[in-house]
């Protein structure tokens, strides 16, 4: 206790010298007004640049290249704000930002707050919002969450969906791909929109499709890729998504389009975000109108870097939280979207995304917020204040991934030769069920022999995602492929489908990343951020080469959506009603849950995972009276089980009712 008292101060003493110092030399601007504000009459700028000691705006009549057409003083307002009004009608115009800092001028930059940009976002572009919407944008409905527990995350890559010749998509590559029906692949099966739909997944995980700087949006012959974890301008789409980069009504427009038609389908769609570092650093928009203020620095004044990226955002600086709250708030009501995915969440402060939770929850309460509790290196802020898995109970509806269970079934990311408990490796049963628990206290859990959390960490099941792969590392496909390499490629089909298994039937939150349903590889490339499409694209023809398999994975999602005992809603359920089975057998899991304590009319069920290379018989006194709904990695018609065998790599789910 005294130990975390000292914490706590130290924590304290850092935010209150920190924020001293910056309420002195950067006042908060509390106003929502920022960036531009169109009318056919006027056009109002207001931008905070607190240290500037003048501040000028440009006007363009084209998105790159070109001399400004006008040149305009913005006058000094309060609270360290700086503002303009242009009368008369500007729309179509370019415009950027420029200070002068300690007497030198700096980069001409949109403002951070820009909703609309050019080419390549170098200048923002004065647009009527409401001429962007799509018909029928204002009856756009949501599909209702209920609970963060009912959602299936399907993570995607704008890109990837469209790319290939096989997804017979005509818009490749663009949002307006994934809004395309009716699609298929060379042998007649559905692609794309129609895919997700049928695939029985609830919510959309799009990789960022915010403005980012990778990807050159001028040169629309050249083939470019980037995940586009390297935010240029927040609060606008990505260029090279749009079927126009110059137009920055076009980007807009569209990804409503496609917002509008996952919505239309009953799809949910999430955006993933990166508050947490920008792509560039000194010649970022935020620095270069307000030097240093938006970052962590160490103290010898460089920037700190727990991002990996070059730099790390202070989300606990006053005007950073309020740009990363009103950026959200903007997705939403403008956009309406209906989820975020933080990057790098761990880098966050608690306090901002607990503020961001409760504003978000406000205006969509079944919003769904979840992220990475973890950073990519040390960050100045002191743990206790940040959002890491170890603090995922003081986070306020917001979901951590779970690295427990993920490398628990596969092996370490970091080692490429690492087995899990489906490639059978042993003494990862604790992992395991820490990870089908979802995280939270279970007194049959050993936390001693659990890979990386020594404890529980969730406040509830919606504390955590539950996973096995995502965009980052080797595909699963691959993992096993790399790993496992004394099994034959049909025993590693079958490890695939354990540990898919094991996700789509645990606790928390499931997530799939794109192309598991029909075994997606990337040929062996572990980090395909700027991988060119022969990597990254999506194959469609691999679902009718695996036909058999994505068949599985179409019947385990709709196992789950069908039975709430797979959805516990409270840690107290999890806690009261899973019951672990002590069988003795190394490699072997198995469980049991009281289907009908939470509403379910299988009113107990097994789950059994052997994840060994051997066959095992599950002992007559366990399963005695259960019916079949799954036998050794297949969906199967009920049958009265007195025995059962598993074979090697394999799961079952027994039941009754």
Not at 305 to 310: E, P, Q, S, V, W
Not at 416 to 422: I, L, S
Not at 444 to 459: E, G, H, I
Request: glycine share 8%.
């Amino acid at each position: 206790m005294k130990m975390l008292f000292s914490i706590l101060l130290t924590g304290a003493a850092f935010l209150s010298a920190e924020a001293q110092s910056d309420k002195e030399e950067y006042p908060e601007y509390t106003g929502k007004d920022l960036g531009l504000t169109y009318t056919p009459q006027q056009s109002s700028f207001r931008i905070w640049a607190p240290t500037a000691s003048k501040v000028q705006l440009k006007l363009y009549a084209q998105p790159l290249g070109g001399t400004a057409t006008q040149t305009i003083n913005l006058k000094k307002a309060e609270q360290g704000s700086w503002t303009a009004t242009l009368d008369g009608d500007h729309l179509g115009e370019y415009y950027t930002f420029s200070i002068k800092y300690k007497g030198d001028w700096l980069d001409e930059v949109p403002d951070p707050y820009a909703k609309a940009v050019g080419t390549n976002g170098k200048r923002g572009m004065i647009i009527d919002l409401a001429a962007t919407n799509p018909p029928g944008w204002d009856k756009d409905v949501a599909p209702v969450l209920k609970s963060p527990n009912d959602a299936i995350l399907y993570e995607l890559h704008v890109r990837d969906a469209s790319i290939d010749p096989s997804s017979g998509i005509l818009h490749k590559g663009k949002f307006l791909g994934l809004t395309e029906t009716g699609t298929r692949n060379r042998q007649g099966q559905l692609s794309g929109l129609d895919h997700l739909v049928e695939l029985g997944v609830t919510h959309i995980h799009l990789l960022p499709v915010f403005d980012f700087n990778s990807v050159d949006e001028s040169d629309t012959v050249k083939k470019q890729y980037n995940w586009g974890y390297d935010p240029l301008n927040f609060n606008t789409p990505e260029g090279s998504y749009a079927t126009d980069a110059a137009d920055g009504r076009v980007r807009i427009k569209e990804f409503k389009q496609l917002v509008k038609a996952f919505h239309d389908k009953g799809l949910s769609v999430v955006m993933d975000v990166v508050y947490n570092h920008t792509g560039l650093t000194e010649r970022s928009n935020f620095n270069q109108l307000v030097p240093g203020y938006y970052y962590r620095h160490k103290p010898d004044g460089s920037f700190s870097d727990a991002t990996a990226c070059g730099n790390e955002t202070a989300s606990e600086k006053a005007m950073m939280r309020k740009f990363i709250l009103e950026s959200v708030l903007y997705w939403v009501n403008e956009y309406h979207v209906d989820g975020f995915r933080f990057d790098l969440m761990g880098v966050h402060d608690i306090e901002t995304m607990n503020l961001i939770s409760r504003e978000l929850h406000k205006i969509k309460p079944g919003i769904l917020l979840y992220g990475e509790g973890w950073t990519a290196g040390a960050s100045p802020l002191p743990d206790s204040l940040r959002a890491l898995k170890k603090n995922a109970a003081q986070l306020d509806r917001i979901a951590v991934f779970s690295d427990d269970i993920r490398d628990g079934l596969k092996g370490s990311v970091f080692e490429h030769a690492d087995k899990g408990f489906v490639s059978n490796k042993p003494e990862m049963e604790e992992s395991i069920k820490f990870g089908i628990v979802a995280s939270c206290p279970h007194p049959q859990v050993d936390y001693s022999k659990v890979n990386y959390s020594k404890a529980p960490y969730a406040a509830g099941p919606w504390s955590t995602i539950t996973y096995v792969e995502c965009h980052d590392n080797h595909t699963l496909f691959d993992k096993l492929a790399i790993s496992a390499t004394t099994a034959t490629a049909a025993e590693r089909i079958e490890m695939q489908k354990l540990a898919l298994t094991i996700v789509l039937t645990s606790q928390g939150i499931p997530f799939l990343h794109a192309g598991t349903e029909f075994l997606r590889g990337k040929k062996g490339v572990e980090n395909s951020y700027k991988s060119p499409d022969s990597i990254n694209a999506i194959d469609w023809n691999l679902k009718t080469i695996n036909r058999d398999y994505y068949k599985y994975l179409f019947q385990l999602t709709r196992l789950r959506k069908a039975h709430p005992a797979f959805r516990m809603q409270t840690a107290e359920q999890i806690k009261d009603h899973i019951e672990f089975f002590n069988s003795g057998m190394k490699g072997v899991i198995g469980y049991k849950i009281n289907g009908a304590a939470v509403g379910d009319n299988w009113k107990e069920i097994q789950l059994w995972f052997n994840g060994t290379n051997e066959e095992k018989t599950i002992p007559a006194s366990l399963i005695g009276g259960t019916q079949s709904a799954l036998l050794n990695n297949r969906i199967v018609m009920p049958v009265k089980m007195e025995k059962l065998v598993l074979k090697a790599f394999s799961c079952a789910i027994l039941y009754k009712d």
